[in-house]
T-cell receptor, first 115, second 114 residues
Framework: AQSVTQLGSHVSVSEGALVLLRCNYS??????LFWYVQYPNQGLQLLLK??????LVKGINGFEAEFKKSETSFHLTKPSAHMSDAAEYFC?????????????FGTGTQLKVEL | DVKVTQSSRYLVKRTGEKVFLECVQD?????MFWYRQDPGLGLRLIYF???????EKGDIPEGYSVSREKKERFSLILESASTNQTSMYLC?????????????FGDGTRLSIL
């Protein structure tokens, strides 16, 4: 069975600082990986996804993530945090062998951006 | 843009009531999903559907049922609501083809059972 671990339920950074949100996955086969963002009182919005090919994936709002098979990781980064980045972020994995495009989500990381 | 619409943003019901949560998508997606979101637990899959009149249990189906009579509409039913079903409920949809299809989410229904 696949699973996702997000280290740190709460992360706080200063405006302009590097954002690093960690995600490790467990899957018996190479997975598809996703990062979603949830702003207050809204649903989840897709930030980026890794399917095949280039391991560095660029997403919306200046975010990117790197797939590292050897480390089973898919950490999310942004060089310079903005106040508008404050939100909850979810990593998710889709098992290529499964049916119906089911996703398994991590428990989320709440990002706080301080002045 | 894909639009997934959930019928209510906030809902308050009483214990024992039958509760219907409705979700409609406008992108002709085959897959539809219902999740429950609780603090510290992330999103947990309740039920999903590949096609009209088709449904499969997710990770936490107990106390819930679903209905999909039309491709664009997926309903979640709490047969007899209980206080432990107080939560945020999220609906999502996606294309069937390929495991790399992202899911598109509605804005959620925050349900309180008193």
């Amino acid at each position: 069975a696949q699973s996702v671990t997000q280290l740190g339920s709460h992360v706080s950074v200063s405006e302009g600082a590097l954002v690093l949100l960690r995600c490790n996955y467990s899957s018996s086969v190479p997975p598809y990986l996703f990062w979603y963002v949830q702003y207050p009182n809204q649903g989840l919005q897709l930030l980026l996804k890794y399917t095949t090919g280039a391991t560095l994936v660029k997403g919306i709002n200046g975010f990117e993530a790197e797939f590292k098979k050897s480390e089973t990781s898919f950490h999310l980064t942004k060089p310079s945090a903005h106040m508008s980045d404050a939100a909850e972020y979810f990593c998710a994995v889709s098992d290529r062998t499964g049916g119906g495009n089911k996703l398994t989500f991590g428990t989320g990381t709440q990002l706080k951006v301080e002045l | 843009d894909v639009k997934v619409t959930q019928s209510s943003r906030y809902l308050v019901k009483r214990t024992g009531e039958k509760v219907f949560l409705e979700c409609v998508q406008d992108m002709d997606h085959e897959n539809m999903f219902w999740y429950r979101q609780d603090p510290g637990l992330g999103l947990r899959l309740i039920y999903f559907s590949y096609d009209v009149k088709m449904k499969e249990k997710g990770d936490i189906p107990e106390g819930y049922s679903v209905s999909r009579e039309k491709k664009e509409r997926f309903s979640l039913i709490l047969e007899s609501a209980s206080t432990n079903q107080t939560s945020m409920y999220l609906c999502a949809s996606s294309f069937l083809a390929g495991q790399n299809q992202p899911q598109h989410f509605g804005d959620g229904t925050r349900l309180s059972i008193l």
